[in-house]
């Protein structure tokens, strides 16, 4: 059977990056955030540049958390100018690789299965992986970096976890090397698909490593995790069993769009206001990124100490349509 290589690759701070290729600056030189300025300081960055992560500021912040001392460029969001980027970044590889081998895993992270192309193109998985980087960098200026794995779980990692550690930004495990380098990475929640829920239910058994979890008797797991314990375990010994063929094979059920977030404490009407228009923003961008639109949108609340029993509203559109504009104002009406 013929070994297969993976790539994962993903484009560094991408929002930030565009936002600083379309103004002619370095982004690893550049301060800048992408936020929507007239939200006021409460705003969320919805990505800042590899500069100011290098500052110890962390993505996903609010403006008022950046230090004072810290001078910066505010870039309003623009989502359509993202999608054009992710769809020229697609063409580059489609240069060298069929659509079939490709999985666009994101609007900044894609998978490709690189197995038939390095034989045609007399090229180590390492040496192909710098020509496609460097394709993206020297035509669209945007910096990326890129794990490569004898599977996808592998390349997932080797992106996520490996290359923020080597001076090219690109890494590659194989079983062997995952087991050597990994099985004792802490903490557990840097793997790809282990949530804090899972961390905290494997820490009752005093498992808080990949290896930990492969001693572990399965049938323990299996109790505790159900049908996931199977994919936890595979995981665990770097094994995965989806392939490429696997994923465009796939026919999903399901057409709808969600996303949640739980705050750190009880927020004010206003507060709670503007966290829910950001929700709504972003899974806008999100249906914009998937080419998809929608007729009717629903949300829940919960509420702290039982003081207020949730609820939840369901919205039906006037017209189909994925526009922050549009949508906006009839899930507040519901909200308000």
């Not at 013929?2 to 690759?9: A, M, N, P, R, S």
């Not at 936002?19 to 300025?37: H, K, M, Q, S, Y």
């Not at 629903?298 to 003081?307: A, P, V």
Request: hydrophobic fraction near 40%; proline fraction near 3%.
């Amino acid at each position: 059977m013929e070994d297969k290589i993976y790539f994962c690759i993903d484009m560094k701070c991408f929002f930030a990056s565009v936002e600083c290729a379309e103004r002619g600056l370095n982004p690893f030189e550049t301060n800048l955030v992408v936020a929507d300025e007239s939200r006021g300081q409460g705003a969320i960055c919805l990505a800042i540049s590899p500069a100011m992560k290098a500052k110890g500021i962390k993505n996903r912040c609010r403006l008022y958390e950046i230090p004072k001392n810290v001078n910066y460029i505010i870039a309003k969001p623009r989502m359509k100018k993202y999608i054009e980027y992710t769809a020229d970044i697609y063409a580059i590889y489609l240069k060298y690789i069929s659509k079939d081998d490709i999985h666009v895993y994101s609007i900044d992270e894609s998978f490709i299965d690189a197995t038939q192309y390095l034989k045609l193109y007399n090229l180590t998985p390492k040496r192909f992986a710098i020509k496609l980087i460097n394709e993206i960098a020297e035509k669209k200026l945007i910096p990326a970096t890129c794990g490569i794995g004898t599977n996808m779980y592998l390349a997932k990692i080797a992106l996520d976890i490996t290359a923020k550690k080597t001076p090219d930004h690109i890494a590659f495990l194989n079983e062997e090397e995952y087991k050597e380098t990994l099985w004792e990475h802490t903490p557990l929640k840097d793997f790809w698909q282990i949530s804090t829920g899972t961390v905290k239910r494997l820490a009752k058994y005093g498992v808080y490593t990949m290896k930990g979890i492969t001693t572990l008797d399965e049938k323990l797991l299996y109790k505790e995790f159900g049908i996931n314990a199977e994919l936890l375990i595979d995981h665990a010994y770097g094994r995965e069993s989806c392939t490429m063929q696997d994923i465009k094979a796939y026919k999903g059920k399901s057409k709808s769009i969600s996303s949640s977030q739980i705050l750190f404490e009880d927020y004010d009407f206003k507060k709670a206001r503007l966290v829910f228009e950001e929700m709504i923003q972003n899974t806008c961008y999100d249906m914009m990124s998937r080419n998809l639109i929608a007729k009717s949108g629903s949300f829940y609340i919960g509420y702290s100490k039982d003081t207020i029993p949730s609820d939840g509203e369901s919205v039906k559109l006037p017209d189909a349509t994925n526009l922050f504009s549009l949508i906006l104002p009839e899930m507040l009406k519901k909200f308000d």
